[in-house]
C-alpha cells in the first residue's frame, strides 16, 4: 500500500512540474507577442520600408519553439 501512495505522490509531482512548464510557456509566449508587437509598431514609426522586426521576430520565435517543443514532446520521454 504504502508503494502505491508513493507512485501516486510521484505522478502528482510529475503533473505539477508538467503544469508549470506549461505556464512558464504560455506567459513567454504573451511576453513574446507584446515585444514583438511593440517593435513592429517602433519599425513601422521610424522606418517602415525595411521590416527590421521580422529578424527579432524569427530569433525570439525559435527560442518559443523550442521550448515548446521541450515542454509538449520532450516531456513525455522523462515521465
Known sequence: MNTQNSRHNS???ATRRQARRVGILYSNLL???LIIAGLFGVNLLT???YLWAA???LGLGIAISVQAWHVFVTSRFTR
Open 11 to 13: 505522478q502528482d509531482e
Open 31 to 33: 511576453l513574446y507577442l
Open 47 to 49: 522606418h517602415p520600408r
Open 55 to 57: 529578424w527579432p521576430a
